[in-house]
């Protein structure tokens, strides 16, 4: 097995489109051939829009795919190449539900759904504060990889680069930092991600499991009742 340069596509139904108008371009030289070959032609073409116009309803669904790595390998048979690709998928709502998934196959556009079908199954919910950022700092690792995430204030934006960048785009955070060392292997990265966005909890969900008002918590930073309580009602998770 030998690994190639990867694809590079900007969104899942893009790679996919790009996959199908290089197989209608292979099977122009087949339509020409008599009555048989333009009856195939025209049943391929009637495919190739039932498969786009299912590509739309599925984003239609307000599910924002992001696709982050497509990886060809080949294998060497005889009589010439096996090609295969592996696509790796970042899926979220924009309100702070996210996942990820991978995907093998053949062809582009079906590693690509595997991929989707992955992340959608494996969508986890992370707790926003005020809806555009982490409520505290996080760190995560897997293998190689390390990464660091930290709030911001508001107008930061996401500083963050790769793969990372899919994931916050996808959760709807707006402002955030993070830094990653060790690897840019964005397989590591995606799950050193998100094992450090699965531990973060937020005011509400600490109040609840120690018994207490989220009020109490918040005044402890030495802020006054008056504004404890104002923060307290400000927290939406």
Do not use: C, W
Request: hydrophobic share 35%.
């Amino acid at each position: 097995m030998t690994n190639e340069a990867p694809a590079v596509a900007d969104t899942p139904s893009e790679a996919a489109a790009n996959q199908d108008a290089a197989q209608g371009a292979e099977g122009q030289p087949r339509r020409g051939r008599g009555g048989r070959g333009g009856r195939d032609g025209g049943g391929r073409g009637r495919g190739r829009d039932d498969r786009r116009g299912n590509r739309r309803e599925e984003e239609d669904d307000g599910i924002i795919e992001k696709l982050v790595h497509i990886n060809r390998v080949s294998k060497t048979v005889k009589g010439g190449k096996r090609f295969g690709f592996a696509a790796l998928v970042v899926v979220g709502d924009g309100s702070g539900r996210v996942g990820f998934g991978h995907g093998k196959a053949r062809e582009v556009p079906e590693a690509i759904t595997k991929a989707t079908a992955a992340a959608r199954k494996k969508m986890i919910r992370v707790p926003l504060k005020e809806g555009r950022t982490l409520h505290h700092d996080g760190n995560g690792r897997f293998g190689a990889g390390k990464v660091t995430l930290r709030t911001a204030p508001p107008g930061t934006g996401i500083i963050a680069g790769g793969p990372m960048r899919a994931v916050f785009e996808s959760l709807g955070v707006a402002d955030v930092v993070t830094k990653s060392v060790g690897t840019s292997n964005p397989y590591n990265m995606i799950r050193a991600t998100f094992a450090a966005l699965q531990d973060q909890t937020s005011p509400k969900s600490v109040a609840q499991r120690r018994g207490k008002k989220i009020a109490d918590l918040l005044g402890r930073g030495g802020a006054s009742e008056a504004e404890a309580e104002a923060d307290a009602a400000a927290i939406a998770e």
